[in-house]
């Protein structure tokens, strides 16, 4: 197990002490809706990982590696913004399809500007929810000044992995 | 040489280049198939391809589906499903369409025309018979499971009702599954046709690497989310908003949408009661944008796991101020943005 992988664990005994201390019912809750969230998530995740398995073997490493390479610079983050924002499905699709890209050779901040963009651009969320519930004129709004979004946040993931020891972040 | 339209269209109907004249795409198994494949290939893909569209089509146009968009939700699969299976038989999800260039062609397309016929009405027949077994678990657990649409499921907070029932309804944890099935049959499938046997070992290979770096931090995460998610209630993300205004109420907007839990079932109509209340505009985008960038629920449930503990805390180091960003940007724009 990775020294990561502790960490999250000794930040789930943390949480185990405060629910604790919340009382059992909280504790018990908890626990129950840790049970929910699995017996929800393993089938999806038995489909999801053998497909990201399947498409890092799809993708040709200098594909990755020419579109969204660690020196494909501001291009590279313009393409993920837009390959983000119309990018469709869940967590599960997006997901896997930016862990082949990483794995074949894209660039770790680009693959930060990537989900980004999926997450705060979201094409398919904004026309299948945001229009609908909240009206277009507010989704007009949002989408207007989450624009810049994705790459800010890729291009500050380029200056935080900078001042990084290199393989801090690795795939 | 000049190519008059006819040529054209000859081209088209033959399928090949040249003048040779085609089997019009036309169905066949064997030396008659593209891809030169068997009985077996031509049978299975069949049975398992129109099996699914069907459950796409039957989910996308059936009442609790948002309305308008079953085009889109048909359309995309039957790409795929067509980009997989023209390399096997040609493509046959529907008999009447493989008749009609059996017919064109003759000869042996109409000795294997039955495999075209048996193999989409099975698996239509199958798509028929899973399809409202789908919508039954969907209404008997209602709002709850993961949905599909950029979210985690909302199981500890009970979502509100939406203020206004639009057309949108949630998409349901079937669909989701639908979607990551094809995309790991597609990819499967691809992955077969370009590297054979070898590249679909290879797959299960990387994937089961995956696993093992997956599972060990997906239960911690889980139970993390889960007493976060018991801790913030939505009585008191609405009581942080309120109506604060100026740099304020665009930092305690932006922490309120990152605890926010739950998908856009859950987080939208939070938005529209804010709005409500009195929240502005600024607060309002703030609060969406945090909520989908930096969701402390979705990363600690899917980005963690799945692309590991340091690409997620360089993500979310990276994009933390970036709400508050998009919040004074709102203020500024010349747009309504009213909230209906």
């Not at chain 1, 291009?155 to 001042?163: K, M, S, T, V």
């Not at chain 2, 064109?104 to 397309?109: H, L, M, N, S």
């Given at each position: 197990m990775s020294a990561s992988a502790l960490l999250v664990w000794a930040a789930a005994l943390a949480a185990l002490a405060v629910a604790a201390r919340r009382g059992r019912p909280a504790l018990f809750s908890a626990a129950a809706q840790t049970g929910t969230s699995l017996r929800t998530i393993l089938p999806t995740l038995a489909l999801a990982l053998p497909a990201a398995g399947f498409l890092t073997v799809l993708v040709p490493d200098r594909f990755a590696a020419a579109l969204f390479g660690e020196e494909t610079g501001l291009a590279g983050h313009l393409l993920a913004t837009l390959v983000g924002a119309i990018l469709p499905g869940g967590p599960f699709v997006s997901f896997p399809v930016v862990l082949a890209?990483?794995?074949?050779?894209?660039?770790?901040?680009?693959?930060?500007?990537?989900?980004?963009?999926?997450?705060?651009?979201?094409?398919?969320?904004?026309?299948?929810?945001?229009?609908?519930?909240?009206?277009?004129?507010?989704?007009?709004?949002?989408?207007?000044?989450?624009?810049?979004?994705?790459?800010?946040?890729?291009?500050?993931?380029?200056?935080?992995?900078?001042?990084?020891?290199?393989?801090?972040?690795?795939? | 040489m000049r190519s008059p339209p006819q040529h054209c269209l000859f081209l088209i109907a033959s399928g090949k280049p040249g003048f040779a004249a085609g089997g019009f795409a036309a169905n066949g198994f064997g030396d008659l198939s593209p891809g030169k494949s068997g009985l077996l290939a031509g049978l299975l893909t069949g049975l398992v391809l129109t099996a699914i569209f069907l459950v796409v089509i039957l989910g996308s146009t059936s009442s609790r589906a948002p309305v308008g968009f079953a085009p889109i939700a048909i359309g995309l699969p039957l790409t795929m499903i067509h980009l997989v299976f023209i390399p096997l038989p040609n493509t046959s999800v529907n008999p009447a369409r493989s008749t009609g260039p059996a017919l064109?062609?003759?000869?042996?397309?109409i000795a294997q025309l039955w495999l075209f016929w048996t193999a989409p009405i099975a698996g239509a027949a199958i798509g028929g018979l899973l399809a409202p077994l789908a919508r039954r678990r969907q209404r008997t657990r209602a709002d709850g499971g993961v949905s599909g649409a950029g979210g985690v499921g909302h199981h500890a907070v009970r979502p509100m009702p939406p203020p206004h029932p639009g057309p949108a309804r949630p998409p349901s944890r079937q669909t989701s599954l639908v979607f990551v099935g094809l995309l790991c049959l597609g990819s499967a499938a691809a992955c077969f046709l370009t590297r054979g046997p070898a590249g679909l070992i290879e797959g299960l290979a990387t994937a089961g690497n995956l696993t093992l770096t997956v599972l060990p931090v997906m239960v911690p995460a889980l139970f993390l989310a889960a007493v976060i998610q018991g801790g913030v209630g939505r009585e008191r993300i609405g009581r942080l908003l309120g109506a604060e205004s100026g740099l304020r109420g665009l930092l305690l907007a932006s922490a309120?949408?990152?605890?926010?839990?739950?998908?856009?079932?859950?987080?939208?109509?939070?938005?529209?009661?804010?709005?409500?209340?009195?929240?502005?505009?600024?607060?309002?985008?703030?609060?969406?944008?945090?909520?989908?960038?930096?969701?402390?629920?979705?990363?600690?449930?899917?980005?963690?796991?799945?692309?590991?503990?340091?690409?997620?805390?360089?993500?979310?180091?990276?994009?933390l101020p970036l709400p508050v960003l998009a919040g004074a940007l709102a203020r500024r724009l010349p747009l309504e943005g009213r909230v209906r």
């Open positions: 890209l990483w794995q074949s050779g894209a660039g770790t901040a680009q693959m930060v500007t990537l989900i980004s963009a999926w997450s705060v651009l979201a094409a398919h969320r904004l026309v299948v929810w945001e229009g609908p519930l909240l009206g277009w004129r507010f989704a007009a709004l949002r989408l207007a000044a989450s624009l810049p979004l994705p790459l800010l946040s890729g291009l500050a993931a380029e200056a935080i992995l900078a001042a990084l020891p290199p393989g801090t972040v690795g795939r | 064109f062609a003759g000869g042996e397309y309120a949408g990152m605890a926010t839990p739950g998908g856009p079932m859950a987080a939208f109509p939070l938005v529209a009661a804010l709005a409500a209340a009195g929240a502005d505009r600024g607060a309002l985008v703030a609060y969406v944008s945090a909520w989908a960038l930096n969701g402390v629920s979705r990363i600690l449930i899917f980005e963690l796991p799945l692309l590991g503990p340091e690409f997620a805390l360089l993500r979310f180091a990276a994009s």
